[in-house]
């Protein structure tokens, strides 16, 4: 996982043309309004997702994910929210990988994860490595636009 303001994250990690792709289509959509749902960036090799929600107070027993065929940018259009994190060895899976959404869930113990606050500009990259449990509240829940940028591995 990275995490960086949007501003940084090209300095960061070395990306990949398809990365690049996510990144300048962030940095083009700041400060534009865009309705939630799917926005087509390059078909099914990256492409965004809108997404408007009221951030959870699950942290004691988060739902985590896990992907394997895209890397996820996630970038916080407006709010503030926690993301937890660990290692993908970690997940305890609660459902079999489903190929078509690309996802799986499952659970992490508290002593193996860790939370990242995210606010507004800044985003963090997941590869399949990384099991994530985002949408989390950081104190009182609240509204949260974020762009989440589909990114498939290859």
């Not at 027993?61 to 993908?88: C, K």
């Not at 060895?89 to 609660?94: F, H, M, N, V």
Request: aromatic share 8%; no cysteine.
């Amino acid at each position: 996982m990275i995490v960086a303001d949007l501003s940084q994250l090209a300095q960061q990690a070395a990306l990949s043309p398809a990365l690049r792709k996510g990144l300048d289509f962030l940095q083009q959509a700041q400060g534009q309004a865009w309705a939630a749902g799917r926005v087509e960036i390059d078909g099914s090799q990256v492409y965004a997702l809108v997404q408007s929600y009221q951030s959870r107070s699950e942290t004691e027993n988060p739902r985590f994910e896990a992907h394997r065929t895209y890397i996820d940018i996630q970038y916080v259009v407006s709010g503030i929210e926690l993301m937890g994190w660990a290692p993908l060895e970690r997940l305890t899976a609660a459902t079999p990988y489903n190929a078509e959404r690309d996802v799986m869930h499952g659970a992490v113990s508290a002593a193996e994860r860790t939370f990242v606050r995210l606010g507004a500009g800044q985003a963090a990259i997941l590869f399949p490595s990384d099991a994530h449990a985002p949408g989390l509240a950081a104190g009182a829940s609240e509204p949260v636009i974020k762009i989440v940028v589909k990114v498939m591995l290859g």
